[in-house]
């Protein structure tokens, strides 16, 4: 059977073409970290006994044909070789190799904007002090308007008995 694996309940043939990309995009994929990453994820596709393909580094994103036990499933296969790859490639290349725009700590926001007199972050609103929530102005009118239905219920009611009689 050519072009066939199997394991102990399966016998397979399942390729994926797998695309993804740094955070905001940003061409950090370049040089050593580069040739790094096709070492790790190499290393890592023959742990979790898949096979790689093919496999395409681009500054700024990466393309990966491979092939995956489907009782493994490639959700998980993904999972680890991304979580991989990213742990590594943080602890041997100094940040600011890895992201030389914005720290990768910053809270998930949108990347700083540089300009001559230095770093602008995005303007956020104030932050509300501490403390409970202030009502807000219509909840009187609100209560108001409450009361005023329930009165007229009540007038409503009286009417009818009185109507009755």
């Known amino acids: 059977m050519l072009g066939y694996k199997s394991n102990n309940n399966v016998v397979y043939s ?13 061409k950090v994929l370049v040089g050593d970290i580069a040739k790094r990453l096709a070492e790790i994820m190499r290393k890592t596709a023959l742990k979790y006994r898949a096979e790689i393909i093919a496999l395409e580094i681009i ?5 990966m044909l491979c092939e995956v036990d489907p009782q493994f499933g490639i959700h998980r296969f993904v999972k680890r070789i991304k979580g991989v790859t990213s742990h590594d490639l943080r602890k041997e290349f100094a940040e600011n190799e890895l992201d030389p ?5 910053r809270g998930g926001g949108p990347p700083r904007k540089r300009t001559e007199i230095g770093v602008l972050d995005p303007p956020f609103p104030p ?14 009118l609100w209560r108001m308007a409450a009361a005023l239905l329930v ?11 009185l109507a009755k009689r």
């Open 127 to 140: 932050k509300r002090p501490p403390g409970p929530i202030p009502a807000a102005p219509t909840s009187l």
């Open 59 to 63: 500054p700024d994103h990466v393309h």
């Open 151 to 161: 009165i007229g219920l009540a007038a409503a009611i009286l009417l009818l008995l």
């Open 101 to 105: 725009q914005a720290s990768s700590t």
């Open 14 to 26: 399942s390729k994926y073409h797998v695309i993804w990309c740094p955070k905001y995009r940003r």
